[in-house]
């Protein structure tokens, strides 16, 4: 399992930006393909999700169980697995809540998260559970600036 960067194409990241734009002030959510081997960590697309927390969703979120089920079933058995998943703060940081870090069910999947102000996407970040917390993965989307806004 290669993690020294994440690998996200730009237009994978564009997407996701794109969704929690219009989410807003909702958080977006969703699950990310990809492929975790020797090659590296690679997030190859972005599946979006309803988001379906019962609660508030400007500061929860749950991925659809269908949409994880039906993506399972049509990836078999791979070489794409899900990897990770990704969702959007509302007028927050790009960093884990409190929130998240008792939502981890996958101790290996990535987490993607997307700081949204005042309706813009900015700064996006991943991260991984480890220990008692959540440790950073430099992001890579092939266009010079990890982790910026295109
Ligand atoms: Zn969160």
Redesign the pocket.
């Known amino acids: 399992m290669g993690e020294a960067v994440i690998h996200l194409p730009a237009p994978v990241l564009s997407q996701i930006f794109e969704a929690a734009e219009a989410a807003y002030p909702e958080?977006c959510c969703g699950l990310l393909v990809g492929l975790d081997d020797e090659a590296g960590l690679r997030v190859t697309r972005a599946e979006a999700s309803p988001n379906v927390a019962e609660g508030d969703r400007r500061k929860s979120?749950l991925v659809d169980a269908k949409v994880q089920f039906d993506l399972m079933r049509g990836l078999g058995n791979g070489p794409e697995r899900i990897i990770g998943n990704y969702?959007s703060?509302p007028d927050h940081g790009a960093e884990?809540?409190e929130?998240?870090w008792q939502s981890v069910f996958y101790p290996e999947h990535v987490w993607l998260?997307v700081a949204v102000e005042n309706g813009r996407a900015g700064r996006a970040a991943a991260f991984r559970p480890h220990g008692g917390g959540f440790h950073e993965i430099p992001l890579d989307s092939g266009a010079g600036k990890p982790g910026s806004s295109p």
């Open positions: 958080e979120f969702h703060h884990p809540s929130r998240d998260i």
